[in-house]
C-alpha cells in the first residue's frame, strides 16, 4: 500500500487485516434524461479516525487533469443503520466522512454529459462510463478486492439494454447482463470502461481467446462479419507480434466498445478493453467490400488501441507503476510507448494483409508531411514533448504547430528509423520487433502477476543494444533527444524506397496557415516564416477578401490557383471587429505530403522491403 501524494507523511499509512474486506459499488442511471448517475461505494471497515474518498483528477492514457470530481453533484454519507454521517469535502476532488462504527456508505451523483472516450455520458439512448468519472475510492483501501452492482434504469424504454464491458462477472450475473461484477482492486475496476443501452454485438476468436465487438449507435447495414474478420486478422498479427511460438494473447477476452456519432474519432486503451468512437459512415456496410479511407482510419484506430494491450497497459514508464492519479505523472517517452504504438498501428494493417504495401507507403507518406509541415519540430524533441504532454499537447493553441512537435506522429518516424537503422545494421536478422519483446518479455508479461515493475528511462538505450546488437546511440541523440529532422531518404534507400514532397501539380501558391472551412474563413494557425505571418496576419483574422474578391473557407484554394508563386495580392481581413488590409507575397506551393515510391526492384531490396512490411 503506497502513501498517497495528499497524505500528511507523519501520519502511518493504517495496516488493514488481509484478506482486505470487499469494497462494493452500485451505480444506476438514475435519471437518464437529466443525465445523471447514481452510485453508492460502501467500506465494510472504514479507518475509524474518519474515512476518506478521492475520485482521480485525470484517466491513464489521457495525459491531461480533467478535475472528473466536478461533476459531482450531491454526496451524502450513511452508517449501517441508515442514518446520516458528516462528511465534509477537504480539497478538489477528495472528501472526509465522520469516524463511524460498522459499515459506511456514502451516496452521490454524477452528471454524465460527455461524448468522449475519456469520461462518462448518458441519456435516454445510451451510457457509457469509465471508473475514474464515477468510482471514489476510498482511501487505505485501494487494494481490496471491488464488487460493483450495474442496474438497469426503470422504465419500459430501457427493457433491451443489455452491458458491455470486460469486467469478470460475479456468480448469478450473466454476460452482457445487469447485475454484480468484479475487479481485484481498486486499479483493475478503473481500467475497464462499461456500455449501457442497445447494440450491435458479435464475437470472434484470436488465436483461441474471445473478443467482443460492440457498436452503440445508429448504423445502417452495418457489416460485423466483415468488421470481425478484419480485426481477428489484427489481432491474430499482434500476438504473434509478442508471442511468436505461444500465440498466447496477454488476456483471457479482449472487447472493443465503439460508439458511432455523426462526427467523432478517437479512442482509449484499457487492460483487456478499448473505448473508441468514430464516424458511423466509417463503419463497413454490407455488400460494399471495398476499402474505404474512413474504414481503414478506424482499423488503424482499433489496431492503435489494441497493440497497447501490450505497450503501455503491460510495458510502462517506471512513474505509471503504479498511477498517482491525484496529479500528474511525468515521463520523457511518451514517444515510445505513444508514438511506437503509432508506427505499429499502420504497419500491422499491411503485414496481416488488410492493405497493400503501396497503401501503406501512401498513408506513410501523409505522416511525413504533416510532421514537416510544422516548425515545432525543429524546436522540441520528441521527449520535451512527452514530459510536456500535460500542458501543452493536450492543451494546443494556435501556435501550437510553431512551437510543439507531436510525439504520436513524430514519436511513429523516430519508431521507424529505429526498424529500418537496425535491419540495415544487422543484414535484417533483428528489428524494432526484437525490442518490442525484450520489453514485453522483461516488463510487460508478469506485469499484473506479481509486483509491478515499469521502465526506466535511464535504461531504454541499453535495452536497444541488449535486443538487436546494433549501433543506436547516434540515432537516439539525434531523434529523441535532437531537433534535427530524420534523415528518412538514407534509412529507405536500402529497401528500395524513394522519398519526395508530393507537391501540388498545378503549383498553386499557399498563405502558410491553416484556415477553417465554413461560410467564414478564419485562419486558425500561421506557420512561422509564412507569407500570411510576413504581412502581419494573425490566427483568428476573418479573411473577407482577395483582391477585391469574396473569401470564403471553400473558395479559397480557387482564388488562389489563379495566381502564380511570388505573385502579390491584397488581402481584407477582420481581426476582432477591426478591418485590416494586407499586402501578401504568396509562398510556393505546400508539401503537405511526401509520396513513397518503390524505386528498386533488385532482389537485395526487394527482400529488404518485403522483411520489413511482412515481418
Excluded at 274 to 296: F, H, K, M, S, W
Amino acid at each position: 500500500m503506497r502513501l498517497l501524494s495528499h497524505q500528511a507523511p507523519n501520519i502511518p499509512p493504517r495496516i488493514f487485516r488481509s484478506p482486505m474486506k470487499p469494497i462494493r459499488y452500485s451505480i444506476v442511471p438514475s435519471q437518464p434524461a437529466a443525465h445523471l448517475y447514481e452510485i453508492t461505494v460502501t467500506v465494510a471497515d472504514p479507518d475509524p479516525a474518519g474515512q476518506r474518498f478521492m475520485l482521480p483528477v485525470w484517466i491513464p492514457g489521457s495525459y491531461m487533469v480533467r478535475e472528473f470530481a466536478r461533476n459531482i453533484v450531491t454526496l451524502r454519507a450513511f452508517n449501517e443503520a441508515g442514518r446520516k454521517v458528516r462528511v465534509e469535502k477537504t480539497d478538489k476532488h477528495t472528501w472526509r466522512a465522520a469516524p463511524v462504527k460498522g459499515a459506511l456508505t456514502l451516496r452521490y451523483e454524477v452528471y454524465a454529459w460527455d461524448l468522449s472516450v475519456r469520461a462518462a455520458h448518458l441519456d435516454d439512448t445510451t451510457g457509457f462510463f469509465n471508473g475514474t468519472s464515477v468510482f471514489l475510492s476510498p482511501l487505505g483501501h485501494e487494494d481490496a478486492p471491488c464488487v460493483v452492482d450495474i442496474q438497469k434504469p426503470v422504465g419500459a424504454a430501457y427493457r433491451n439494454w443489455r452491458v458491455a464491458t470486460a469486467l469478470p462477472e460475479a456468480r448469478g450475473t450473466k454476460r452482457y447482463g445487469f447485475g454484480e461484477y468484479r475487479a481485484q482492486n481498486y486499479d483493475d475496476l478503473i481500467d475497464h470502461p462499461v456500455t449501457l443501452g442497445e447494440f450491435e454485438l458479435a464475437t470472434f476468436k484470436a488465436h483461441g481467446v474471445p473478443h467482443d465487438i460492440v457498436i452503440a449507435g445508429r448504423v445502417v447495414g452495418l457489416d460485423m462479419a466483415r468488421l470481425s474478420a478484419d480485426l481477428k486478422r489484427i489481432c491474430e498479427a499482434q500476438i504473434a507480434l509478442f508471442e511468436p511460438k505461444s500465440k498466447k494473447a496477454p488476456v483471457d477476452r479482449y472487447v472493443f466498445m465503439t460508439q458511432a456519432v455523426a462526427d467523432g474519432y478517437g479512442g482509449l486503451e484499457h487492460r483487456a478493453s478499448t473505448a473508441l468512437i468514430c464516424n458511423r459512415g466509417d463503419l463497413p456496410v454490407q455488400g460494399r467490400d471495398a476499402l474505404t479511407e474512413g474504414y481503414r482510419t478506424y482499423l488503424g484506430l482499433c489496431s492503435h488501441e489494441y497493440f497497447h494491450t501490450w505497450n503501455v497497459k503491460r510495458i510502462k514508464p517506471a512513474v505509471f507503476a503504479p498511477y498517482d492519479l491525484n496529479a500528474e505523472n511525468y515521463t520523457s517517452l511518451l514517444w515510445l510507448f505513444e508514438g511506437f504504438t503509432s508506427y505499429y498501428d499502420d504497419l500491422i494493417l499491411v503485414r496481416s494483409g488488410l492493405i497493400s504495401p503501396d497503401d501503406y507507403l501512401g498513408m506513410l507518406g501523409k505522416v511525413i508531411g504533416g510532421v514537416q509541415r510544422g516548425s515545432g519540430r525543429l524546436k522540441q524533441t520528441v521527449a520535451e514533448s512527452s514530459f510536456d504532454a500535460w500542458v501543452k499537447y493536450y492543451r494546443q493553441d494556435e501556435n501550437a504547430p510553431n512551437a510543439i512537435v507531436s510525439y504520436y506522429t513524430k514519436g511513429s518516424l523516430v519508431a521507424l528509423a529505429f526498424d529500418l537503422t537496425i535491419r540495415a545494421q544487422t543484414g535484417n536478422r533483428k528489428s524494432l520487433d526484437d525490442v518490442m519483446r525484450l520489453l514485453w518479455q522483461r516488463f510487460g508479461r508478469d506485469f499484473y502477476r506479481g509486483k509491478p515493475v515499469g521502465v526506466e528511462e535511464s535504461e531504454i538505450e541499453a535495452i536497444f543494444a541488449e535486443a538487436t546488437g546494433a549501433q543506436l546511440g547516434e540515432l537516439f541523440a539525434e531523434a529523441v533527444h535532437g531537433t534535427r529532422d530524420l534523415p528518412l531518404d538514407a534509412l529507405f534507400e536500402p529497401f528500395g524506397v524513394t522519398l519526395a514532397p508530393d507537391l501540388d501539380k498545378n503549383g498553386k501558391p499557399s498563405l502558410g496557415a491553416r484556415v477553417r472551412g465554413g461560410a467564414d474563413c478564419t485562419l486558425t494557425a500561421v506557420h512561422d516564416g509564412s507569407a500570411a505571418q510576413k504581412a502581419g496576419l494573425s490566427a483568428g483574422d476573418v479573411l473577407i477578401a482577395l483582391d477585391g474578391l469574396r473569401v470564403t473557407g471553400s473558395n479559397l484554394d480557387a482564388l488562389l490557383s489563379r495566381y502564380l508563386p511570388g505573385a502579390k495580392v491584397e488581402i481584407h481581413a477582420f481581426r476582432r471587429d477591426e478591418l485590416r488590409a494586407a499586402q501578401v507575397k504568396l509562398d510556393g506551393p505546400e508539401a503537405t505530403r511526401y509520396k513513397l515510391t518503390i524505386s528498386d526492384r533488385r532482389p537485395a531490396a526487394r527482400k529488404a522491403r518485403e522483411r520489413w512490411l511482412a515481418s
